[in-house]
């Protein structure tokens, strides 16, 4: 299957760049140090069995001894026949002397991943910058992942972009990040039935957008109708409280750094710092674990994450979106699959794990190496024609 999609290993060299990814992971790790006694292959064999006894017993696993921070997994990883095909272009098992690196067993599980989830997938989420598109850019008409929506869509898949962004009220500019895609949509006259298929979550987990039927453009969904009664609940005054102390210890950690502040973006539910000078990324990742570990006695739950080039601070997350969306679709765990670059510590993608399958990406070039490479075993699992 990997052959099918990478016709070389120059075709398949995407999956060597690695970006600006930071490369933390306790399970990752784990696989790494395993090399020190074991081959490429005998550690999948091993992570493989583990992860379904994992799956059987989750609280009382080998793998939870192990790795103590290990969360669910939602579908059986076959790592041993990913590895292979990830063997056969970069030769993992001939090296003698160099083991695999963090991003290489990243791919591995990305490849398993895919091919475990193709044939039950119902929803497929995706982040925005890094991820879809370079971080600041908008989706164009020359994007390659417009045509994978489109054929996600046309194969029964449900598919949305799960965003940081939030523009409360204004429908319009979520639509200018995504014109070529939704210009796309309407250029083509796709079937409402195939609209309906499309999604945005936006401010991590405060605004839901839909196609409209009338229009085509996008247009909010009312509260009532998605959000968990939990979501529901927030109170006024808590999310104000939470924004305030989050810009508070923003402002004092950047001072502590002796970090020049260029601005602070204040939203409805969103605070963010923007630096005044370049910097390094670990100065960031300070600023964003600070509020994680500082910001103990919020009432309401918040995301605290490094963006590359800022910190932001959104109330509420990622997982309490896509929980919601699922709800709302009536979707499980086991049908749903989000596509992000921060999966680390500090990364807004990483609360996902708690709520479906990831593919663990870099840029969007490995996006698109990966949906292409799903697109093929759904089109396989359901003898689908796939559209360029």
Known sequence: MFGHRAKSASDAAVLRRKGHLKEQDKMIEFVLAMHHTHTSEEAMQKMERWIMEHRQEPRHSRLRKMVPSIGSFFTPLKLVEAFSEFDQFFALSRRKYVPPNFAEIRHI??????HSSAAGLKLITFDADGTLYADGAHMEHDSKMIGHIINLMRSNVHVAIVTAAGYPGQADKFEQRVAGLTATFRKLRLPQHIMDRFHIMGGECNYLL???????????????????????????????????????????????????????????????????????????????????????????????????????????NKSLGLEALMQYLKFNPSQGLHVGDRFTESGNDSATRDCCSILWVANPEETDFLVSMLLKDIRASRAQPYIE
Not at 109 to 114: L, P, R, S
Not at 213 to 227: N, S
Not at 233 to 238: F, M
Request: glycine share 6%; aromatic share 8%; charged share 25%.
């Open 210 to 316: 839909r196609l409209s039927p009338t229009t085509k453009q996008l247009e909010f969904v009312p509260d009532h109708e998605w959000k968990t009664p939990c979501m529901q609940a927030w109170q006024e005054e808590d999310i104000k409280y939470v924004l305030k102390e989050a810009e508070k210890l923003l402002l004092d950690t950047a001072y502590r750094l002796r970090l020049p502040v260029k601005h602070i973006i204040r939203k409805e539910r969103a605070v963010g710092l923007i630096p005044g000078a370049p910097t390094i990324y670990e100065v960031l990742e300070e600023l964003a674990i600070t509020v994680q570990q500082q910001l103990v006695d919020a009432p309401l739950p918040f995301c605290a994450f490094n963006g590359g080039g800022d910190v932001f601070v959104d109330v509420g």
């Open 109 to 114: 599980m990305n490849i398993a991943q895919v």
